[in-house]
């Protein structure tokens, strides 16, 4: 990729290692200071070539060793390249799917066992029996993290919980209808939630929007 490219594009472009990624992912990270794409005379978003691996770079970083924006950021500072593929404090890359331990957890979103605590009794993450989490657990950690330095602590953060229930109930209830018989099937149930849930996202993001632009 050599020209300018929108949101949408990157989106295309990284999507075979990256098949979650969506526009309000970028977005976060963009006003976390971690990428700054130029802007068309429209006001869009055009992302560099040089901005694409950059943000490659971070995912990876992010999927393969959980390591919280903070200390992403100061990695990519300190790196002349953004080509960070093989990045100086290797990790062991967690498998989507994989449990993991609290110990893992901590060390991989930066968090302390206090704050993994207050998560775990506001129902933000939860351990199974054997103590031990989802590998998504960890982006909550990391988000949770970040919303810290703007004096949003877990307490805070039940409503999110209690709304992401909700919002989990209209995925469901959308993907009644599909039936998921048969390899096809599953497929469609598969591409209908990544659909019912970029919409419902998407959503959410306006509602907020809408409700800060009338401050």
């Given at each position: 990729m050599t020209a300018e490219c929108t949101i949408g594009q990157v989106i295309a472009e990284l999507s075979a290692e990256f098949p979650d990624l969506r526009e309000s992912k970028i977005r976060y990270?963009?006003?976390e200071g971690l990428i700054a794409p130029?802007?068309?005379?429209?006001?869009?978003?055009?992302?560099s070539a040089e901005d694409v691996e950059k943000l490659r770079s971070i995912l990876r970083l992010q999927r393969?060793?959980?390591?919280?924006?903070?200390?992403?950021?100061e990695h990519l500072n300190s790196t002349p390249s953004v080509n960070v593929a093989s990045?100086?404090?290797t990790q062991r890359p967690i498998r989507k799917g994989q449990r993991i331990s609290a110990a893992t957890l901590q060390s991989r979103s930066g968090i302390d066992a206090k704050a993994l605590a207050d998560l775990i009794s506001f129902g933000l993450v939860i351990p199974d029996p054997?103590?031990?989490?989802?590998?998504?657990a960890a982006e909550v950690c990391q988000v949770v993290a970040a919303l810290g330095g703007y004096g949003i602590e877990?307490?805070?953060l039940r409503s999110a919980r209690v709304a992401a229930d909700r919002e989990v109930g209209l995925v469901r209830q959308a993907l009644a209808g599909i039936d998921g018989k048969g390899a096809d099937g599953r497929q469609r149930r598969?591409?209908?939630?990544?659909?019912?849930?970029?919409l419902v996202v998407s959503l959410h993001e306006a509602l907020i929007r809408t409700g800060l632009s009338q401050d």
């Open positions: 990270l963009e006003t130029s802007r068309t005379r429209s006001g869009y978003r055009a992302y393969d060793n959980f390591w919280p924006l903070r200390v992403i950021r990045p100086t404090r054997d103590g031990r989490f989802e590998d998504s877990p307490r805070h598969v591409e209908g939630r990544t659909a019912v849930l970029d």
